[in-house]
C-alpha cells in the first residue's frame, strides 16, 4: 500500500474575507493557501478508462502477460510445471507446454480461469470497479460493458477475491480500533399498526441479521470479521492485534475482556467521540464508506456476501490516498497471481444464487 500524497496542490486564498472551504495553511513566504483535498488533485486520477477501451484485443492481451509474467518480460510460463518451453497451438490461441504438454492460456490458473469475456473487457470491468469509491453493482456494470448481469456479478466477487487473498497479513500494532456494526436482516412492519410487532426482539427478528467487527490500525491496515454477534470480536482482535498494541473501543461490555491482553482505551459515545486520546472515530469512518456502499450501491449487502463486501471496503478505505492508476495495478496484479476460485469458477453451473 502506498504512503498518502505528501505534496498535494494548492490554492491561493483570497485575503478580502471571502470565505472558501477547506484547510488554510501559511507558506514560508507569509501567504495563505488552501490545500485540495488529494481525491481532487490531479496526482489522484492517473487512470484513464478510455484509453483501456480503445485498446486493441492484442495489445490488452499484451498488458496482461507484462503484469502476469513480470519476471520473465511477459514470455509465458506453465501454470503447471513452470517450464518456459512452449509452441502455440493453430488452432486454438493457446499455448502446449514442452515439459508437461499441458494446454494453458493468459488466464490459466489465474482467478480468471476459463474467462469467456476478453482481456480488454476485464481490464475495463477491472477499471471501472477501481473507480468506484463506494462500489460498483454489477447491474450497471453488466449496462456499461453489455454484458450479462450473471458475467458481470461473478467478475466483480473475483476481484473481491483477488484483493482478499493479496491484502497484507500480520497482526496490527500501535493503536488499534475495535469496533462493530449489524447489516442485513430487515424485517418489514406489518401494515397496520396493530398488528406490527417490536422487531428488537429476538423472537420477532429473522435470525439473518450479522455484525461487521472492524480491526482498524491507525496509519496502517484494516482487518474485518463477520459473526452473529459483535462479542465474537473480542476472539478476533486477539487473533489479529499484536501483543502490547493499545486497543480503542466504545462502553460496551463484551470489550472489557480486552484488557487482560491490550492496555486499552475506552470512549463514552453518550459524552463525546474522543476525549483523552480515546475514540474510534477511523472504525466509524469505515462503517460509513460500508452504510454508503449499502445504501446508494449495492443496496443489500448480507449473507454469505457480507465478508466479500467488507474486505473490498477495507481495501478501498486503506487505499484511499492512492491514485486510482496505483489501485487499478493493485487489483490486476492482484488478479494475475490468485488461484483459480473454487466458489466463482463454474458459480452459475451449480445454480448458486
Known amino acids: 500500500m502506498g504512503p498518502p500524497n505528501k505534496s498535494p496542490f494548492s490554492v491561493k486564498i483570497p485575503l478580502d474575507g471571502d470565505s472558501v472551504n477547506g484547510h488554510i495553511q501559511i507558506t514560508k513566504n507569509g501567504d495563505y493557501e488552501m490545500a485540495q483535498h488529494f481525491l481532487l488533485s490531479p496526482a489522484a486520477k492517473t487512470l484513464s478508462l478510455a484509453k483501456i477501451l480503445r485498446m486493441s484485443d492484442q495489445d490488452a492481451e499484451k498488458a496482461f502477460r507484462m503484469i502476469r509474467w513480470a519476471d520473465t518480460d511477459g514470455e509465458p510460463v506453465c501454470p503447471e510445471c513452470g517450464c518456459l518451453e512452449h509452441y502455440n497451438l493453430k488452432s486454438r490461441p493457446v499455448w502446449k507446454c514442452k515439459g508437461c504438454s499441458k494446454q494453458f492460456s493468459r488466464t490459466s490458473g489465474t482467478i480468471f480461469h476459463s474467462r469467456k469475456l476478453s482481456i480488454r473487457d476485464i481490464l475495463g470491468a477491472i477499471a471501472i470497479f477501481t473507480n468506484g469509491a463506494k462500489g460498483y453493482s454489477a447491474l450497471q456494470l453488466s449496462r456499461d460493458l453489455d454484458i450479462d448481469y450473471k458475467t458481470a456479478f461473478v467478475l466483480l466477487h473475483k476481484c473481491r477475491e483477488a484483493i482478499g487473498l493479496a491484502r497484507d497479513a500480520g497482526a496490527l500494532s500501535g493503536d488499534v480500533e475495535v ?163 473454487d466458489v466463482w469458477c463454474g458459480y452459475w453451473q451449480r445454480q448458486q444464487a
Open 179 to 341: 469496533d462493530g456494526a449489524y447489516f442485513g436482516g430487515y424485517v418489514k412492519p406489518a401494515n397496520k399498526r396493530e398488528d406490527r410487532k417490536d422487531r428488537r426482539k429476538k423472537i420477532h427478528q429473522s435470525g439473518k441479521r450479522q455484525v461487521v467487527v472492524v480491526m482498524r490500525e491507525r496509519g496502517g491496515r484494516t482487518l474485518t470479521h463477520v459473526g452473529v454477534s459483535e462479542a465474537e470480536g473480542v476472539a478476533a482482535a486477539k487473533a489479529n492485534v499484536a501483543t502490547g498494541a493499545t486497543v480503542h473501543a466504545d462502553e460496551a461490555s463484551h470489550w472489557d475482556k480486552l484488557a487482560a491482553h491490550f492496555p486499552i482505551k475506552r470512549i463514552n459515545h453518550q459524552k463525546a467521540y474522543s476525549l483523552d486520546g480515546a475514540c474510534t472515530n477511523q472504525a466509524e469512518s469505515f462503517f460509513s464508506r460500508v452504510r454508503r456502499a449499502e445504501i446508494g450501491t449495492h443496496h443489500h449487502i448480507a449473507g454469505k456476501y457480507l465478508a466479500a463486501y467488507a474486505g473490498e471496503m477495507a481495501w478501498r478505505e486503506d487505499a484511499r490516498r492512492v491514485a486510482n492508476g496505483s489501485q487499478f495495478a493493485m487489483i490486476v496484479s492482484a488478479a494475475a497471481i490468485a488461484p483459480k476460485s
